[in-house]
């Protein structure tokens, strides 16, 4: 069903969970995932300085480690990738260079920090999309 699935994520738990239902996608399906992080540079460009930009891409990359490590023992094979750009852009032209059968992405993305790598995209993905896409709502907390 599924080959090469493309999944968006900042961070934030509603994306954590996202790529959790990837992941056990591509499992089921032996897909491979490429987990998508998109820095926003696109924004206002006065919003951040130089420190903001590194303290940003520091964040990315720690993302990326942190994913190797959550899922080293699936049977899912897991691409990361950074890439700068409009987010809900940035992803469209990934999935197509990937070829991807399916983009996932959470229902609402971080704020503050989270904000600047993802933004809120899920909108305009499903607006602009001519590859399936499956939303991820955000899990009721207990609180």
């Not at 968006?8 to 987990?35: K, M, P, R, W």
């Not at 190797?68 to 197509?96: C, F, M, N």
């Amino acid at each position: 069903m599924y080959e090469t699935i493309l999944v968006a994520t900042d961070g934030s738990e509603t994306a954590e969970q996202a790529v959790d239902h990837a992941v056990s996608l591509a499992e089921a399906t032996d897909a491979t995932v490429h987990v998508l992080m998109v820095i926003d540079t696109t924004a206002d460009p006065m919003r951040f300085g130089v420190e903001d930009v590194a303290e940003i891409e520091d964040a990315v990359s720690d993302l990326a480690a942190d994913l190797v490590s959550v899922y080293e023992d699936s049977s899912a094979e897991i691409k990361p990738e950074i890439r700068r750009g409009r987010p809900a852009t940035v992803i469209l032209d990934h999935a197509a260079e990937i070829d991807a059968d399916l983009i996932v992405a959470g229902q609402r993305g971080g704020n503050s920090l989270k904000r600047a790598i993802l933004g809120s995209t899920t909108d305009r993905l499903a607006r602009e999309t001519d590859i399936p896409l499956t939303v991820v709502p955000a899990e009721e907390s207990g609180d």
